[in-house]
């Protein structure tokens, strides 16, 4: 088996590798930036901060249940690097709307009735790309990697998604809006520039007509995909996990302004913590597994995350805040609160042990199937998490109308990895059936 870390010198990995760290970066450098102005300079109430931060994360999820299928359907019947570079052309001109946005709310210019929708319709557009984007990179890995690399290559994928989740994040909160306006657009043309070099990667198979029915199509797709019980395991638990994730990510920027008290650069922080935590489970999980695709530790890693996030809860009930309500700390006012590493080694639990949840789930849906049917199961997986998040963020919005505490919200979360953990546990009995079966 080839290490991972050699994969990227490859030619075959490496351009792919930095287009999808590049767009997942100006993903969350753009989307912090604008959450996180809004919520420290635009809105001054726990529910309409949270009400926004749902309603962007929404904006950006529906185009992936819009529009999987023609995308899963599009990259299995066309070279996937030719789309990679329309994609990337595309959000070039995505930037150039949400960086007029973003600087039209930096100068405090008609910032509800047009600096904001231009900001959301940036959102939604990069929700588009993303959701093209998102089952090439998945399946163009089994088409350019050997069987035994897949797995290493799949998490070199996630950690270098949440390595860029993390430096877009911290770049978020520490530049000026201006400047995050102007970093948006030229990180989109490097990103551009890295697609091109992307290795061709034609179509597997025969080729069949597209099906440009926004209903039909997902539901014909969702159905033929997961008629495979594994597949449909592990759909099911990924897009479980997802619906977790994005209530947390709804609730960190309030949560960290009006809990605990902190400016945004703690928020970008969290956020921070967060994605090293699931860079570290992506490759922690490879190295557990020794490069085998299996659900084998998935049911453990759900479990060990939802303890983590009971004791998260706990520290965020058990914190006292530092100065007035107006008086928000900044990191180093904030680390060295008598709370702070407890909290903050809580978080990291969370994130590692979601990325080993996650990963192995991931690369089962690139190795369970055709690689001619690849990036339309990825395709399928996306229509159903998509949903699912659809339904997270729902779930958060009526919490917070209902006036539950954010705080208490963190508890739902964490009863709820149970159910998450119980489809993991019958997708590795599932997996154990189909062994059994195959010796």
């Excluded at 033929?224 to 759909?235: E, H, N």
């Excluded at 309030?254 to 970008?268: D, F, R, T, W």
Aim: hydrophobic share 55%.
């Amino acid at each position: 088996m080839t290490p991972a870390t050699q994969l990227i010198r490859t030619r075959r990995f490496l351009p792919l590798f930095v287009t999808q760290l590049l767009g997942a970066f100006n993903d969350n450098l753009f989307k912090n930036a604008m959450v996180l102005f809004v919520v420290y300079s635009v809105y001054h109430s726990e529910k309409s901060e949270a009400l926004f931060s749902a309603l962007a994360t929404m904006v950006f999820i529906a185009p992936f249940f819009i529009f999987s299928a023609l995308a899963g359907q599009l990259a299995d019947m066309r070279d996937k690097a030719a789309i990679i570079r329309t994609i990337k052309l595309c959000e070039i001109f995505i930037m150039l709307v949400g960086g007029i946005g973003l600087a039209l709310a930096w100068k405090g210019i008609a910032i509800h009735t047009l600096a904001i929708p231009l900001l959301l319709i940036a959102v939604f557009a990069m929700g588009v790309h993303s959701t093209f984007f998102g089952p090439i990179k998945y399946a163009i890995l089994p088409q350019h990697l050997h069987t035994d690399e897949v797995l290493g290559g799949t998490g070199l994928v996630e950690a270098g998604t949440y390595i860029a989740v993390l430096a877009g994040t911290i770049v978020a909160g520490w530049i000026s809006v201006d400047a995050a306006a102007v970093g948006v657009i030229a990180v989109a043309v490097i990103g551009y520039l890295a697609g091109r070099s992307v290795p061709p990667a034609p179509p597997i198979g025969a080729i069949e007509p597209l099906d440009f029915h926004l209903l039909r199509a997902p539901a014909q797709l969702v159905r033929s995909t997961m008629s495979d019980r594994r597949v449909y395991l592990a759909i099911c638990s990924i897009s479980f996990f997802w619906a977790l994730g994005t209530v947390l990510f709804i609730q960190f920027p309030p949560l960290a302004k009006n809990i605990l008290m902190a400016a945004k650069e703690v928020a970008s922080l969290f956020l921070v913590i967060f994605s090293v935590g699931i860079a570290i489970g992506s490759m922690t999980i490879n190295a557990l597994l020794k490069g085998k695709v299996s659900a084998r530790w998935s049911p453990i890693s759900v479990i060990a995350m939802g303890l983590c996030l009971f004791a998260f809860q706990m520290v965020c009930e058990a914190w006292q805040p530092h100065g007035g309500p107006n008086d928000l700390m900044d990191v180093a006012t904030f680390v060295v609160q008598p709370l702070a590493i407890p909290l903050m080694l809580s978080l990291l639990g969370v994130a590692i042990a979601g990325g080993m949840f996650v990963v192995p789930l991931y690369a089962f849906l690139t190795t369970f199937v055709e690689k001619s049917q690849t990036a339309r199961t990825i395709a399928a997986n996306n229509v159903v998490n998509s949903g699912a998040m659809v339904v997270g963020g729902a779930v958060a919005v009526l919490l917070n109308f209902l006036g539950m505490p954010i705080v208490k919200q963190l508890l739902v979360v964490a009863v709820f990895c149970l159910a998450s953990a119980w489809l993991g546990y019958r997708l590795y009995r599932a997996e154990c059936a189909e062994e059994q079966a195959c010796g």
